[in-house]
Structures are given as structure tokens and as C-alpha cells.
């Protein structure tokens, strides 16, 4: 699918009618452009031209060489570094990527609204002295889709790393002097594109700060006893309160884990010993290259690499990529919302708690074993992904398996952890896919 091809012909990807949070009033952020002949035309066409003439530098080529690619996957990119650079946790990490993915959604819509308006023509057909670079964007010019992308993801950005807000800025600017540079947009594309892109960033942070993740860290009831896990300072007990994203009229839920005295325990319990200590070197490399903690991008992050790398297989457009990009990881933090609070409801003992003769070969996380929170992302990614891919399905459960099985490799989870983890995030991607698919 080309970049400029009509999002109606796209099988799947018609965008949502609805967006997640109401959308801005896109005619009070983004008055008229200039008209033709003006004056405040004539200065933008020399802005232009200027640009063509000192910008297109040995270095600011490399710059462009970065910025021209889908603006929608290079801020992906930029918020799964920021994920690793602070040691963000895999439930706050899909937090995160959700809450950028949906402010680029939203912003793309809000953008979408305004094709209503007599569009108007690029810089290009404008300019007959303006030699355009090659730069990923919508087939029109106003408002500026890149810096609608780019203003939203930095403002949601910096509101969760308020440190680097200035960072976020910079970068931001940074790809809109890019699109002037290449002759992709004029300025008062990138004025109303970022207007848009900082209003809706705004909403989305306005609606975050209510979603009780702020009280993840409270602690709860802890049991002691037989079968049950051992630690202190666990790692968000209380990330099952926070707000879903879709709603839930029929809980999602899975069955309890096996009784600690149960032969199926003590089965369970005997293969991990035995995985473990019969390991290859194939299953060893799967279960660190799976690993993921904090100080990586996570598992919600891989998951959103392979999103990305489809995406541009399929050279999709700026809306299409972010509409499957917000679902994504709307399912995923709702994954991890459900995952948690089970882990919780039970506190079941970690193998190497149960058999201390179990080394596991990758860090032990600091919260009780069931489910697998990468099985419970990855049965959650696999279903949401094969939706929009369906051709690319046994390839995405391929991985979504090998996933769920680096953790019993790596000795942290039993094999009941890792299948009912993918049960339970398959069911919740069908949740959403449902209330997604009835607004298209």
C-alpha cells in the first residue's frame, strides 16, 4: 500500500470514526492559511527558498536522511529510548507507548477533520524555483501532518519526563525545520499542525493523570505461607486499579493457577527444574534475548519494533499506522492491567522460590509468577497485529510463542504461567478489537 493512497481502499485500516478522547476544535487552533499572492505567502515562499538554498548542507542532509522516514515510527522509536534511558517498568513502559500512540492518532484525526477545508496546494506546485526532497507525508500540505506528529508525541513525552522536556522540544523543532528544508510543508502548515498535535497532548495527559497509575506503588495485603511468593517491595501491586482503556462488561479473567500440593504443581514445578538444567544453547539465547526489564524497551516494546517494521513493509500511511500503532498498545497496557491484577489476586510462588535447586539463568523479577507478563503482551500483540496483517498471523504467534516459552527457559515461569498468560492476552485484544471494529 502506497503512502498516498486513499485510506478507503485500505482492507482493515479505514480510520476509527471515533477517536480515544474528544478531539480539539481544530478551526479555532488553525485559522486560514494565507491566500494565494499574499503577502504572508510571499514571505513563506522566501522562507522556502532560503531554506533550499543554505540548509541542504553536507550535515543537514544527514539530518534529513533521519527525519524523512514515517514520522509516526521515528517518534515510536524516540519514546521506546526514553522507555530504556530511565529503567521505566514493563507495565509503565506500555503506559507509555500507548499514551503516545494514541495523542498521534487522535492528532492525525483532529488533521484528517480539516481536509474539509479547500486543500491546499504544496509548496511545490506553488514554487516552480523549489526542487522538493522525497519526505514521508499526506498528500496534502495544511495542516502539517509531521509536525501534528511531532508536537503531540513530544508534548505527551515530556509530560511523563518532564526532565527532558526540553529535549522532546528540540527534536520536535528540529523535524518541522526538516520539512521546511526539504520543501515538504509551509510555515503556517507546521504553526496549525503543531497547534493541533500540543492541544491534543495536552488532553491525553489531562485524561492520564486520573488513571490511578499514579497509585500503582501502594502496597496491599500480602500473604505468607506455603505457595506463596516470597519478597519484599514488590514491583506495582496496585497496577490492577488503574483505568482500562477499553470496557470490560464481561470480565476478562483466567482460572486459578494449579493448588501448591497438587501433583499438576508439583509436575510443573519438576519441568522447570528440569528445562533448566537440561538447557541449549538455542533456548538460553531465547530466553535472554527475551529477557526485556527495565533498562531495555520492554516486551511492549519489541512488540511495537515489529508493529513498525509491517508498517513499512506495507509503506502505510501516517493515520493507518497509527491507528494500528494506538490499538496495539491500548490492548497491551490493558494486558498489562489485567496481568497484574491476577498476579496479585494470587501471589504464587516463583519456581526458584518453590525448588531452591532452580538457577535461573536470567534475572528473577520482583512480583509473584502468575501469569507471564510477556506471554499475557504477547497473546494480546499477536491477536491485535494478525487483525491488520492476517497473511503475517503464524509468523506473529511464532514469536508471541517463543516469548511465552523464553520464560520457562529462563526458569522464572512454570509452563501453566506462560499458556494462560497468552490465553488471557488474546482475550483481552479480542475485547478491544470488538469495540474497536463496531466504530469503524
Request: hydrophobic residues 35%; aromatic residues 10%; charged residues 20%.
Amino acid at each position: 500500500m502506497k503512502e498516498n493512497m486513499p485510506l478507503s481502499t485500505q482492507d482493515n485500516l479505514t480510520p476509527r470514526t471515533a477517536s480515544y478522547l474528544p478531539l480539539p476544535d481544530c478551526v479555532a487552533l488553525c485559522p486560514a492559511y494565507p491566500k494565494n499572492g499574499s503577502t504572508q505567502e510571499q514571505t513563506e515562499i522566501e522562507t522556502l527558498l532560503h531554506a533550499q538554498e543554505t540548509k541542504r548542507t553536507k550535515e543537514g542532509m544527514q539530518s534529513y536522511r533521519y527525519w524523512r522516514e514515517s514520522a509516526v515510527i521515528l517518534w515510536n522509536e524516540i519514546a521506546c529510548e526514553t522507555v530504556s534511558e530511565y529503567d521505566t517498568q514493563p507495565p509503565l513502559a506500555a503506559r507509555v507507548y500507548a499514551l503516545v500512540s494514541v495523542a498521534q492518532h487522535d492528532a492525525l484525526l483532529t488533521v484528517h477533520k480539516m481536509q474539509t477545508r479547500p486543500v491546499r496546494r504544496s509548496p511545490s506546485e506553488a514554487i516552480v524555483q523549489l526542487k522538493p526532497l522525497q519526505f514521508s507525508n499526506a498528500p496534502y500540505s495544511y495542516p502539517s501532518v509531521t509536525a501534528a506528529i511531532a508536537s503531540a508525541s513530544a508534548e505527551v513525552l515530556s509530560g511523563i519526563y518532564p526532565r527532558k522536556r526540553r529535549y522532546f522540544e528540540q527534536l520536535a523543532r528540529q523535524h518541522q525545520e526538516i520539512c521546511i528544508m526539504a520543501g515538504a510543508n509551509w510555515s503556517s502548515d507546521l504553526v496549525a499542525g503543531s497547534a493541533i498535535g500540543r492541544s491534543v497532548g495536552k488532553n491525553l495527559l489531562h485524561y492520564a493523570a486520573y488513571d490511578k497509575s499514579n497509585k500503582a506503588k501502594q502496597s496491599i495485603h500480602q500473604p505468607k505461607g506455603r505457595g506463596f511468593w516470597e519478597g519484599t517491595a514488590p514491583i506495582l501491586p496496585s497496577w490492577g486499579n488503574v483505568r482500562l482503556w477499553f470496557s470490560n462488561d464481561a470480565p476478562v479473567s483466567i482460572k486459578p493457577p494449579p493448588d501448591y500440593e497438587s501433583p499438576e504443581f508439583r509436575s510443573a514445578l519438576y519441568e522447570v527444574r528440569h528445562t533448566v538444567e537440561t538447557l541449549t544453547e538455542d533456548n538460553l539465547r531465547c530466553a535472554k534475548r527475551w529477557a526485556l526489564g527495565a533498562g531495555t524497551i520492554t516486551p511492549t516494546g519489541i512488540w511495537n519494533y515489529h508493529a513498525c517494521q509491517l508498517i513499512k513493509r506495507h509503506q502505510l500511511n501516517p493515520l493507518s499506522s497509527a491507528r494500528i500503532l494506538a490499538l496495539l498498545n491500548t490492548a497491551m497496557m490493558d494486558a498489562s492491567i489485567f496481568c497484574w491484577q491476577t498476579k496479585y489476586r494470587y501471589w504464587l510462588v516463583r519456581p526458584s522460590q518453590a525448588d531452591p535447586d532452580i538457577d535461573p539463568p536470567v534475572g528473577l523479577p520482583n512480583f509473584p509468577s502468575y501469569p507471564s507478563g510477556h506471554s499475557t503482551f504477547s497473546g494480546a500483540a499477536a491477536t491485535v497485529l494478525s487483525h491488520f496483517f492476517p497473511k503475517e498471523a503464524t509468523d506473529l504467534w511464532s514469536k508471541a510463542n517463543e516469548a511465552s516459552l523464553s520464560r520457562l527457559y529462563g526458569g522464572i515461569h512454570y509452563r501453566f504461567d506462560c499458556d494462560k498468560g497468552l490465553e488471557l492476552g488474546k482475550r483481552i485484544a479480542e475485547n478491544a478489537l470488538a469495540q474497536i471494529t463496531s466504530k469503524i
